[in-house]
């Protein structure tokens, strides 16, 4: 029998498996016949059978808070496995998934039994996917995002060492953990003498436990950097609208909504997420939320965990969201090829591409339109203040951007159910259907 | 390996106890990369440092309290102590 299998076959004899699985700490998992998979199954020792997650996001599009929640977590399950003699082969933050703002992890074959003595071999991982990425927010006010995508593997100590403000040495983890490391790594590459001594080391299991529990209590205090506000966390709050004119528009998506009755609505451009939280009071089973602005996005995170939203919030610049890539560009499957939803919202959204990123509008329909077969999309005409707030700074060669032709636009592209002007300025709401 | 080797003998000596019982391969699916590793040395010998020293702050406090009487509980304990082992 293959090692792999032995292993297998050990940790789940342990009764681990199904501890974390009753706990909603790793996903449920089948033993079902080799036949399944046809002459493939014939050299596998077990055949495994998942429960499909309903949304599949990478931690690139993670808020900071969900980036840490996921960081709790696997500190969490390393922690139950050490205490029940398994260990984990790797420490990436891929192996982690999102049902609702709630982590769940779901590589059921990454454990295997532990030997005492071991390093942990997936801290240096653990590091560049999980702590350096918070320590950008949290030490230096930069969110992780752009950098992740751009590096699938994560943050190096190294590179982190670099941006981190010279201050934050004297946080004992960061500095242990980024400065340390990074100095440690460079001083000992390539010496071939201490790499023989250090393969000889051993980590005793109290130092492994008090390594783990320290992250675990030290992460569980980071707090993102933020001095000033950024534009769009308190616009749910502060923007132009009258309190009679938002009762409207939210008549209309939960008419919308609860007629629907959608298992995963998209919410575009969700901000703190009380659309998102509308549609989950009005029928909708699971909202995916998406927005720019990273403190909205925290704020929203939050919410969905107080509030037990099923809804999770992520990271997406509509206009250039997560691409095809990874090994093959295939290994991570771009925002396109995921986002499909039973509903989409696209409220207070279209102004910001078709004006502030100069896109046509017509390909702008197109694309929220792709998203789902029924949605509400608002369109935000030029009199209104927050157009004329885009407006200011730069000349107006928006000639095209009319309700009129949006309609139009709309018309073409689906069946327009139902619109309504929802304020003085006559935002309006449309409700498509193409289905 | 530089600057920190004197750190890491310290670390080794604590080590050497608690390591006797321990043998296995560090075998690995990934790269840990070297100075993951001799970080979790450090940060380990640390650790245990830091439970042996409370140990025997614990039991230099003991000690304190029973040589000037001050714990009832410790009396007992000490009582109870002596009275397992007689004809000393």
Avoid at chain 1, 341 to 369: F, S
Avoid at chain 1, 402 to 418: C, M, S
């Amino acid at each position: 029998m293959p090692v792999a299998a032995n292993d297998f076959d050990a940790v789940r004899s342990s009764g681990f498996i199904n501890e974390l699985v009753a706990g909603g700490n790793l996903v449920a998992e089948t033993i079902v016949d080799k036949s399944i998979l046809g002459r493939d199954g014939e050299q596998a020792a077990y055949v495994l059978e998942h429960p499909k997650l309903p949304f599949v996001s990478y931690p690139y599009e993670w808020s900071f808070e969900g980036l840490k929640k996921a960081a709790l977590l696997h500190l969490e399950i390393q922690q139950a496995a050490l205490h029940a003699d398994v260990a984990l082969t790797d420490a990436t933050a891929y192996n982690i998934q999102f049902v609702g703002p709630k982590p769940i992890f779901i590589d059921s074959l990454s454990f295997r039994p532990y030997a005492d003595g071991e390093y942990w071999a997936g801290h240096r991982q653990f590091c560049e996917q999980f702590i350096n990425p918070l320590l950008l927010r949290a030490a230096a006010g930069l969110a992780h995002n752009a950098w992740f995508r751009g590096s699938l593997e994560g943050i190096s100590a190294e590179e982190t060492s670099r941006v981190l403000p010279w201050h934050s040495r004297l946080s004992w983890n960061t500095f242990t953990n980024v400065f340390l490391q990074a100095r440690l790594q460079r001083s000992s590459a390539g010496a071939q003498e201490s790499i023989a001594k250090i393969k000889a080391r051993r980590l005793p299991r109290i130092g492994f436990e008090q390594i783990l529990h320290g992250l675990h209590r030290w992460i569980g205090k980071l707090k993102p950097k933020t001095d000033s506000k950024t534009v769009w966390a308190d616009y749910a709050q502060d923007n132009s609208y009258a309190h009679e004119e938002t009762e409207k528009k939210r008549a209309f998506v939960a008419d919308f909504v609860g007629r629907v009755q959608p298992g995963l609505i998209l919410d575009i451009g969700c901000n703190t997420g009380d659309y998102s939280a509308l549609a989950l009071a009005t029928g909708a089973n699971l909202a995916i939320g998406f927005d720019f602005d990273h403190s909205a996005l925290d704020a929203a995170f939050r919410r969905a965990e107080q509030d037990s939203l099923n809804f999770l919030p992520l990271h997406l610049d509509a206009a250039n969201p997560s691409p095809n890539q990874g090994w093959l560009q295939a290994e991570r499957l771009g925002f396109q090829a995921r986002a499909k939803g039973d509903a989409v919202l696209a409220l207070a959204l279209v102004h910001h591409l078709a004006i502030a990123k100069n896109l046509p509008l017509g390909q702008i329909v197109d694309w929220l339109v792709s998203m789902a077969p029924q949605g509400v999309i608002e369109f935000v005409p030029k009199s209104d203040p927050m157009v004329q707030r885009l407006l200011q700074l730069r000349e107006d060669l928006f000639d095209d951007y009319d309700g009129g032709i949006f309609e139009n636009l709309i018309g073409n592209a689906a069946r327009i159910v139902r619109s309504e002007t929802v304020s003085s300025s006559a935002r309006t709401l449309y409700w498509y259907d193409r289905s | 390996m530089g600057p920190v080797d004197p750190q890491f003998r310290l670390g080794a000596l604590i080590l050497i106890g608690a390591s006797l019982t321990l043998s296995s391969p560090a075998y690995a699916y990934l790269d840990p990369g070297t100075g993951s590793i001799i970080l979790q040395s450090i940060l380990a010998s640390i650790a245990v440092a830091i439970g042996m020293l409370r140990l025997y702050w614990h039991r230099f406090k003991s000690f304190v309290a029973n040589l000037t009487g001050n714990s009832q509980d410790q009396k007992r304990e000490k009582n109870q102590e002596v009275g397992q082992e007689p004809d000393l």
